[in-house]
T-cell receptor
């Protein structure tokens, strides 16, 4: 069964450092997403990406964040200068088409720890 | 982004019990509704979509009341493997199809 993969599974970084979280969405999917979940809190939407551009972003997704699809398979989230409050689980998701009921498949997540 | 509200629980029920979870959403423009399941420190996984007429998938039944902005999930004949956090999820259809999650309701099914 096709699945979304994410690397690394756990990233530890120092405050102020740049991190890149990587995702490989399901191969024939068209829509890509990043969400985050701070420990003990709800899953929060960060950004959606379609046709090589951002289609929506939340207020969390400020200038410190960027996304990129550098090739036909990877989808990355970059945090330029990490803060303590960026510590969270980051989930990548992908979905197939514009049908609102189409399932978003989530990857296993990258746990980011900012020290 | 408007809120999705759920009773956090925990709900502790014996095997075989029936349990119901409720959820309310505040944005009347919401168009798609889902229940996701999340195991501890794992990714959310779609349990079922929720349709206006209500729908059933085995032991799981979901209902939607658009007038009251209320969604429910009923689990019959609970199994130990049903222990998880159940997330009520709403999509406000716009350009990005972002999902808006509730905090989840924790279920523990005991022997």
């Amino acid at each position: 069964e096709p699945e979304v993969t994410q690397t690394p599974s756990h990233q530890v970084t120092q405050m102020g450092q740049e991190v890149i979280l990587r995702c490989v969405p399901i191969s024939n999917h068209l829509y890509f997403y990043w969400y985050r979940q701070i420990l003990g809190q709800k899953v929060e939407f960060l950004v959606s990406f379609y046709n090589n551009e951002i289609s929506e972003k939340s207020e969390i997704f400020d200038d410190q964040f960027s996304v990129e699809r550098p090739d036909g398979s990877n989808f990355t989230l970059k945090i330029r200068s990490t803060k303590l409050e960026d510590s969270a689980m980051y989930f990548c998701a992908s979905s197939g088409d514009k049908d609102a009921y189409n399932e978003q498949f989530f990857g296993p997540g990258t746990r980011l720890t900012v020290l | 982004r408007k809120e999705v509200e759920q009773d956090p629980g925990p709900f502790n029920v014996p095997e075989g019990a029936t349990v119901a979870f409720n959820c309310t959403y505040s944005n009347s423009a919401s168009q798609s509704f889902f229940w996701y399941r999340q195991d501890c420190r794992k990714e959310p996984k779609l349990l079922m979509s929720v349709y206006s007429s209500g729908n059933e998938d085995g032991r799981f039944t979901a209902q939607l009341n658009r007038a009251s902005q209320y969604i429910s999930l009923l689990i019959r004949d609970s199994k130990l493997s049903d222990s998880a956090t159940y997330l009520c999820v709403v999509n406000i259809q716009n350009s990005g199809y972002a999902l808006n999650f509730g905090k989840g309701t924790s279920l523990l099914v005991t022997p």
